[in-house]
């Protein structure tokens, strides 16, 4: 059965950095778009940012030039860096798979889901 674990969380003072790790198992997600969701408390999960199984990658403004997903198909492992951290980045981060290749920052079409990890950011 397909599993993602995140790894990472933790405590943060804004301005500094943080480095989620998602690893899959059950299956290769070498050719699979991975993704990366956050839910702050009392908000609707959101989308952060996504990769393609090539490489190419994409993110939501509010993190667009602070944070960076990147892959490392080897490792069936997909990061996020978070630089430049906000007191608004609070939130339990999701790391998610597609079954398909091609990127999207709709939950709905995200097959796979990881338990999620938090992340708190302290002003």
């Known amino acids: 059965q397909a599993q993602l674990v995140e790894s990472g969380g933790g405590l943060a003072q804004a301005g500094g950095s943080l480095r989620l790790s998602c690893v899959g198992s059950?299956?290769?997600?070498?050719?699979?778009?991975m993704g990366w969701f956050r839910q702050a408390p009392g908000k609707e999960r959101e989308f952060v940012a996504a990769?393609?199984?090539?490489?190419?990658?994409y993110y939501a403004g509010s993190v667009k030039g602070r944070f960076t997903i990147s892959r490392d198909n080897a490792k069936n492992t997909v990061y996020l860096q978070m630089n430049s951290l906000k007191p608004e980045d609070t939130a339990v981060y999701y790391c998610?798979?597609?079954?398909?290749?091609?990127?999207?920052?709709?939950?709905?079409?995200?097959?796979?889901w990881g338990q999620g990890t938090q992340v708190t950011v302290s002003s």
């Open positions: 990769i393609w199984s090539g490489g190419r990658t």
């Open positions: 998610a798979a597609r079954r398909s290749y091609g990127v999207s920052s709709y939950q709905s079409e995200y097959d796979y």
């Open positions: 059950g299956r290769t997600f070498s050719s699979s778009a």
